[in-house]
């Protein structure tokens, strides 16, 4: 089984960058697609980016593309999430998590499982 841990987090003023990891034991970790999530306080958990198994494919949410880029380093077995032109609404706490199905990738947050604990990402205006 494949479980992600996150790190990276902190305190950014707006307008600047953070790139946050996810590195996940299992053998099989180039095998899954990978997803990054976002909980902001008060408020639901929503998808933000997704990657295939080989980093071919990726997929984000509107309100992120743009600024915000998913990689994979599968030799270190981790996902990277490299944001840019941050913003005070991009606070919140950020998880990753494997895909049910290790060969799609999907905006759905339902098609992922065995989220990590999170980091946490806050943007001072």
């Known amino acids: 089984q494949v479980q992600p841990v996150e790190s990276g987090g902190g305190l950014v003023q707006a307008g600047g960058a953070l790139r946050i990891s996810c590195t996940a034991s299992?053998?099989?970790?180039?095998?899954?697609?990978m997803a990054w999530s976002r909980q902001a306080p008060g408020k639901e958990r929503e998808f933000v980016a997704a990657?295939?198994?080989?980093?071919?494919?990726?997929s984000y949410a509107q309100s992120v593309k743009g600024r915000f880029t998913i990689s994979r380093e599968n030799a270190k077995n981790t996902v990277y999430l490299q944001m840019n032109s941050l913003k005070p609404e991009d606070t919140a706490v950020y998880c990753c998590?494997?895909?049910?199905?290790?060969?799609?990738?999907?905006?759905?947050?339902?098609?992922?499982?065995?989220w990590g604990q999170g980091t946490q990402v806050t943007v001072s205006s």
């Open positions: 299992g053998r099989t970790f180039s095998s899954f697609a």
């Open positions: 998590a494997t895909a049910r199905n290790p060969w799609r990738i999907s905006d759905r947050l339902m098609d992922y499982n065995n």
């Open positions: 990657i295939n198994f080989n980093g071919v494919t990726t």
